[in-house]
């Protein structure tokens, strides 16, 4: 019966165990042997992202681990603030904070990257990027996905997506110490305030969309206001929950935004600490 | 004091629309098979064949015999058969402007394939029945204009590719009835009488976006959890009953959790919200342009986060109860 309301008998006997199989060879299906009928460019997107994402996780590796070239009076990678180890080159007045001490010997840069990192990686919209961009689940809407089995993010190791509050948490602390570095950039290299110069700018942009992308997060979104079942008991967090659903209609170009940026800024600190050009100032 | 307007009367009556729902889809759709059913002439699995004079390999032409010149002939590809088995078939046929590709199965029906099996009904995109894929995408037959195709293009029709077929374009989507029966529907809180319901517009905004579900089931039809694995139907509600069970979550006089029906865990654990991996595909294809995923399955994860995967909200709420 086309639209019956009467269960299967298959469906629901514990005896027959349920039917397997995808869109092309499920029983009863539309005898199609195709995994796909679309005619336009669905794998543009997910070819797109994947080779951003692929891009971004190159640079950021080999910055993270090369362990020089982050600091350029007055600016600092983002890459290594704070910067939690005992073998952080000097910054004056900047965010050298040596909780790890001199035991650890490895790039400082992974001990605070491993924040920012978690959050990204468990962010709604990266998500969605990487099933579909790297695993292919689904590549994309109505295109078959090669995979026998699916559970989602039942088990292990997906089910620790449901960390992400915790690492917005501790974007929060991290957004906090770039803004601090933002503002030690209105200084000269001699660390005299009151200067401003193209880095300052790129680091201002950059902090912008840092926090723009963070406060948009959904995890933040709940907890400003989404839990609540009534909104007119709770007029402010209401209309915080209405600005942050308004920034959360924007999270993935604000994802993508701010990733360039983060990656620009510290490209920008390299180029300085390399000697490849000096910082022009305003003033 | 709220200055907020007060919803009351009707909308907040102590009903199960819920349960509702699905019957009244279930008949309106039943009367349209009905139509289709007598509009078939022909027993289960006969296909048409195509009038020699439109036969495949004619290419899609301007027309200038005497039809206006915005009319042309176009190149379908019609999936025809039943759960036995079937096939795409072509036909050329003609397209005027205006037109939306209903019209042209209905013009295919009239002039070609008179047993062309098709679900149809308010053809205003508002009874969620012309369901089908076309061009390989989940969409509505009554929505998707012929204007949005070149005229060389192929448009290729075929049924709901994750439910069972009954014959050409019409699915069987009694799945989707199973799992609305599943949901628990709205508990009325025990205070109140229907009639003394009070509800501040702010409360009831967001459940509202929920309520414009057509119930098309093209979310249910693109979401790769079924769509990809049958063997998951069993366990999982699809994003249209989860988002019924969001909207039951943020209701704010449901009463279920003073009742011991907690939906949150529910949601997680009977209705497989974990199989959800956010990959916006029944956003995408919503004609009613619903936020599903954002708006609904994300805001019911961090429920299901708050109440079965953080320790501070656990102890939070610990605390709370025994103040």
Same mark, same amino acid.
């Given at each position: 019966?086309?639209?019956?309301?009467?269960?299967?008998?298959?469906?629901?006997?514990?005896?027959?165990?349920?039917?397997?199989?995808?869109?092309?060879? &499920?029983?009863?299906?539309?005898?199609?042997?195709?995994?796909?009928?679309?005619?336009?460019?669905?794998?543009?997107?997910?070819?797109?992202? &994947?080779?951003?994402? @692929?891009? @971004?996780?190159?640079?950021?590796?080999?910055?993270? @681990?090369?362990?020089?070239?982050?600091?350029?009076?007055?600016?600092?990678?983002?890459?290594?603030?704070?910067?939690?180890?005992?073998?952080?080159?000097?910054?004056?007045?900047?965010?050298?904070?040596?909780?790890?001490?001199?035991?650890?010997?490895?790039?400082? &840069?992974?001990?605070?990257?491993?924040?920012?990192l978690g959050f990204r990686l468990t962010c709604y919209y990266y998500r969605k990027a990487y099933y579909r961009g790297f695993w292919a689940s689904p590549p994309a809407c109505a295109v078959a996905e090669p995979h026998r089995k699916y559970t989602g993010e039942k088990r292990f190791p997906l089910i620790l997506q449901n960390i992400h509050r915790y690492f917005f948490y501790a974007a929060l602390l991290v957004a906090v110490v770039l803004s601090y570095d933002t503002l030690l950039g209105f200084r000269n290299a001699?660390?005299?305030?009151?200067?401003?110069?193209?880095?300052?700018?790129?680091?201002?942009?950059?902090?912008?969309?840092?926090?723009?992308?963070?406060?948009?997060?959904?995890?933040?979104?709940?907890?400003?206001?989404?839990?609540?079942?009534? @909104?007119?008991?709770?007029?402010?967090?209401?209309?915080?929950?209405?600005f942050v659903g308004k920034l959360n209609e924007r999270h993935m170009s604000l994802a993508w935004a701010s990733l360039v940026s983060v990656a620009v800024a510290d490209f920008y600190v390299y180029l300085l600490a390399t000697g490849a050009f000096d910082d022009p100032r305003f003033f | 004091m709220s200055t907020s307007n007060e919803v009351?009367?009707?909308?907040?009556?102590?009903?199960?629309?819920?349960?509702?729902?699905?019957?009244?889809?279930?008949?309106?759709?039943?009367?349209?098979?009905?139509?289709?059913?007598?509009?078939?002439?022909?027993?289960?699995?006969?296909?048409?064949?195509?009038?020699?004079?439109?036969?495949?390999?004619?290419?899609?032409?301007?027309?200038?015999?005497?039809?206006?010149?915005?009319?042309?002939?176009?190149?379908?590809?019609?999936?025809?058969?039943?759960?036995?088995?079937?096939?795409?078939?072509? =036909?050329?046929?003609?397209?005027?402007?205006?037109?939306?590709?209903?019209?042209?199965?209905?013009?295919?029906?009239?002039?070609?394939?008179?047993?062309?099996?098709?679900?149809?009904?308010?053809?205003?995109?508002?009874?969620?029945?012309?369901?089908?894929?076309?061009?390989?995408?989940?969409?509505?037959?009554?929505?998707?204009? +012929?204007?949005?195709?070149?005229?060389?293009?192929?448009?290729?029709?075929?049924?709901?590719?994750?439910?069972?077929?009954?014959?050409?374009?019409?699915?069987?989507?009694?799945?989707?009835? !199973?799992?609305?029966?599943?949901?628990?529907? =709205?508990?009325?809180?025990?205070?109140?009488?229907?009639?003394?319901?009070? +509800?501040?517009?702010?409360?009831?905004?967001?459940?509202?976006?929920?309520?414009?579900?057509?119930?098309? =089931?093209?979310?249910?039809? !693109?979401?790769?959890?079924?769509?990809?694995?049958?063997?998951?139907?069993?366990?999982?509600?699809?994003?249209?009953?989860?988002?019924?069970?969001?909207?039951?979550?943020?209701?704010?006089?449901?009463?279920?959790?003073?009742?011991?029906?907690?939906?949150?865990?529910?949601?997680?654990?009977?209705?497989?919200?974990?199989?959800?991996?956010?990959?916006?595909?029944?956003?995408?294809?919503?004609?009613?342009?619903?936020?599903?995923?954002?708006?609904?399955?994300?805001?019911?994860?961090?429920?299901?986060?708050?109440?079965?995967?953080?320790?501070?909200?656990?102890?939070?709420?610990?605390?709370?109860?025994?103040?």
């Amino acid at each position: 019966m086309a639209t019956g309301t009467t269960p299967s008998a298959e469906t629901d006997s514990p005896d027959h165990p349920p039917a397997s199989g995808g869109v092309r060879d &499920a029983p009863g299906r539309a005898a199609i042997s195709a995994r796909h009928l679309r005619v336009d460019r669905w794998w543009l997107a997910p070819g797109a992202t &994947a080779l951003g994402l @692929f891009a @971004f996780v190159v640079y950021s590796t080999w910055r993270a @681990f090369s362990n020089s070239d982050y600091y350029a009076a007055p600016y600092v990678s983002p890459f290594y603030s704070p910067c939690l180890a005992d073998n952080c080159e000097t910054m004056k007045g900047g965010p050298n904070w040596e909780l790890f001490g001199s035991w650890w010997g490895l790039s400082p &840069a992974l001990i605070i990257l491993i924040f920012p990192l978690g959050f990204r990686l468990t962010c709604y919209y990266y998500r969605k990027a990487y099933y579909r961009g790297f695993w292919a689940s689904p590549p994309a809407c109505a295109v078959a996905e090669p995979h026998r089995k699916y559970t989602g993010e039942k088990r292990f190791p997906l089910i620790l997506q449901n960390i992400h509050r915790y690492f917005f948490y501790a974007a929060l602390l991290v957004a906090v110490v770039l803004s601090y570095d933002t503002l030690l950039g209105f200084r000269n290299a001699e660390y005299e305030w009151g200067h401003m110069g193209l880095g300052t700018v790129v680091f201002l942009v950059n902090i912008v969309l840092i926090w723009l992308y963070t406060i948009s997060c959904h995890s933040c979104r709940h907890i400003i206001g989404g839990r609540l079942r009534h @909104f007119s008991k709770h007029p402010v967090r209401y209309r915080m929950w209405g600005f942050v659903g308004k920034l959360n209609e924007r999270h993935m170009s604000l994802a993508w935004a701010s990733l360039v940026s983060v990656a620009v800024a510290d490209f920008y600190v390299y180029l300085l600490a390399t000697g490849a050009f000096d910082d022009p100032r305003f003033f | 004091m709220s200055t907020s307007n007060e919803v009351t009367g009707a909308d907040s009556a102590p009903d199960d629309p819920g349960a509702e729902e699905p019957a009244a889809g279930s008949s309106a759709r039943a009367a349209n098979e009905s139509a289709s059913e007598a509009a078939t002439g022909a027993p289960s699995g006969t296909t048409a064949v195509p009038d020699q004079a439109t036969a495949p390999d004619t290419p899609p032409r301007d027309v200038s015999d005497g039809r206006p010149e915005t009319s042309y002939d176009a190149h379908f590809r019609v999936w025809r058969g039943d759960p036995e088995g079937g096939r795409l078939e072509d =036909f050329t046929v003609e397209v005027n402007e205006g037109e939306v590709v209903l019209d042209i199965i209905h013009r295919l029906q009239a002039t070609q394939a008179g047993d062309l099996a098709v679900r149809w009904n308010c053809k205003a995109g508002k009874c969620g029945s012309c369901s089908a894929e076309i061009n390989g995408r989940p969409r509505l037959l009554c929505m998707t204009r +012929m204007s949005t195709f070149e005229r060389a293009d192929v448009v290729t029709v075929t049924p709901l590719r994750a439910f069972p077929v009954v014959r050409d374009l019409v699915t069987d989507v009694s799945y989707n009835y !199973t799992k609305a029966r599943e949901i628990p529907s =709205f508990v009325p809180p025990a205070e109140l009488a229907p009639g003394e319901y009070r +509800m501040q517009q702010e409360d009831v905004e967001r459940s509202q976006e929920f309520r414009k579900c057509i119930e098309c =089931f093209l979310c249910q039809d !693109t979401c790769h959890v079924v769509r990809d694995h049958e063997e998951n139907k069993q366990s999982f509600a699809g994003p249209r009953f989860l988002m019924r069970q969001a909207e039951l979550d943020m209701h704010p006089l449901d009463a279920a959790e003073e009742q011991g029906l907690d939906r949150k865990t529910s949601a997680q654990e009977e209705h497989g919200l974990g199989y959800c991996n956010i990959t916006k595909c029944c956003t995408e294809v919503c004609p009613e342009g619903i936020r599903i995923t954002d708006n609904a399955l994300i805001p019911m994860k961090e429920r299901v986060a708050d109440r079965k995967y953080d320790p501070l909200v656990w102890l939070g709420n610990k605390i709370r109860r025994r103040s």
